[in-house]
C-alpha cells in the first residue's frame, strides 16, 4: 500500500531553520506532484508549497514565499521541504501529501494520500 512518512519536525526559535522530508512507497513516485499542507491549532489545513510531478515547477504559498524551498528526489521517492527564517506562525503539524498527473493542487480535499504529520513549533 502506499505509504508517506515525514521525518524532521521539531522545536525551533524563530529565525532558525529546518528540513522536512518525506518518503514515499507503493506509489511510482515519478508520476505524483507532491505537496506540504500544514494545520496550526484552531485552524483548517492549508496548501504551503508543491512540486511537479517532473520537479521542474514548484508553487509557494505567499505566507513561506521567499522562505520555504520544496525539492525533489526520484531516485529516492523523497521529498524535501527546507524552512528558513521560520516564525512562530509558522507553528504547525506539516503533512505530506501526493497527487499523480498534475503539476500542482491547492486544496486539501483533492489530496490522494496523506503521510502521518510532523510537529514543528517555532517559539519566539
Known amino acids: 500500500q502506499v505509504q508517506l512518512v515525514e521525518s524532521g519536525g521539531g522545536l525551533v526559535q524563530a529565525g532558525g531553520s529546518l528540513r522536512l522530508s518525506c518518503a514515499a512507497s507503493?506509489?511510482?513516485?515519478?508520476?505524483?506532484?507532491m505537496g506540504w499542507f500544514r494545520q496550526a491549532p484552531g485552524k483548517e489545513l492549508e496548501f504551503v508549497t508543491g512540486?511537479?510531478?517532473?520537479?521542474?515547477?514548484?508553487y509557494y504559498a505567499d505566507s513561506v514565499k521567499g522562505r520555504f524551498t520544496i525539492s525533489r528526489d526520484n531516485a529516492k521517492n523523497t521529498v524535501h521541504l527546507q524552512m528558513n527564517s521560520l516564525k512562530p506562525e509558522d507553528t504547525a503539524v506539516y503533512y505530506c501529501?501526493?497527487?499523480?498527473?498534475?503539476?500542482?493542487?491547492?486544496?486539501?480535499?483533492?489530496?490522494?494520500?496523506w503521510g502521518q504529520g510532523t510537529q514543528v513549533t517555532v517559539s519566539s
Open positions: 507503493g506509489l511510482t513516485f515519478n508520476s505524483y506532484a
Open positions: 512540486i511537479s510531478w517532473r520537479g521542474d515547477s514548484t
Open positions: 501529501a501526493a497527487k499523480p498527473y498534475v503539476d500542482v493542487w491547492y486544496s486539501p480535499r483533492l489530496s490522494d494520500y
